[in-house]
């Protein structure tokens, strides 16, 4: 079955961008129905979602953070990124990658989560 | 933006008990609303998407229902794994995504 997992650096300093890979294993990003999605949580807070690409490169962002956020598709590596610029302490939290099936049928896979920190 | 608002905030139950979490919309989303379990330490798991589809694989005991702009998850007989963090998520064109605050269900 699909597997996500995320990677990137665990500390990020403030101002900086943090970015992140999601690999795709068990299944291809190029797959027709599926937007590869970030979602993030800060510690003791709920579940934000940051934005989501389809593999045509199609993204969409949240609002609030749309002039931070670039997203991109790498077919060749089988993989998807997120690039979170001028970074805050706000911007701690574990991240995540998920598979959103198209026509609102939810976030069937995701990946554990990983864990950035900002501060210098 | 759609807010998503969820009560109770905490909700305390026992095994074997009937619970039911609500979800508010600021604006109608039709049937675009998803629910997820979240446990520390562990992603998100999707029980029930377009307002009242089980995910294939989730407990019979998890249910949805509702449209427009109020919407509820029950839990017809709680079990020791069910007690967790609770999330709505809604879909629209406009901000796409909100998530609900959250509902936890403690022992």
């Known amino acids: 079955q699909v597997q996500l997992q995320e990677s990137g650096p665990g500390l990020v300093k403030p101002s900086e961008t943090l970015s992140l890979t999601c690999s795709v294993s068990?299944?291809?990003?190029?797959?027709?129905?599926?937007?590869w999605t970030w979602i993030r949580q800060p510690p003791g807070k709920g579940l934000e979602w940051i934005g989501q690409?389809?593999?045509?490169?199609?993204?969409t962002y949240n609002p609030s953070l749309k002039s931070r956020v670039i997203m991109s598709v790498d077919t060749s590596k089988n993989s998807f990124s997120l690039k979170l610029s001028s970074v805050t302490a706000a911007d701690s939290a574990v991240y995540y990658c998920?598979?959103?099936?198209?026509?609102?049928?939810?976030?069937?896979?995701w990946g554990q989560g990983t864990t950035v920190i900002v501060s210098s | 933006d759609i807010q998503m608002t969820q009560s109770p905030s905490t909700l305390s139950a026992s095994v074997g008990d009937r619970v039911t979490i609500t979800c508010r919309a600021s604006?109608?989303?039709?049937?675009?609303l998803a629910w997820y379990q979240k446990k520390p330490g562990e992603a998100p798991r999707l029980l029930i998407y377009k307002a009242s589809t089980l995910e294939s694989g989730v407990p019979l005991r998890f249910s949805g229902s509702g449209s427009g702009t109020e919407f509820t998850l029950t839990i017809s007989s709680l079990q020791p794994d069910d007690f967790a963090t609770y999330y709505c998520q809604q879909y629209n064109s406009h901000s796409a995504y909100t998530f609900g605050q959250g509902t936890k269900l403690e022992i």
């Open positions: 998920a598979r959103n099936r198209d026509n609102y049928n939810g976030m069937d896979v």
């Open positions: 068990g299944g291809s990003v190029s797959s027709n129905g599926y937007y």
């Open positions: 690409i389809y593999y045509s490169g199609s993204t």
């Open positions: 604006h109608a989303v039709s049937t675009r």
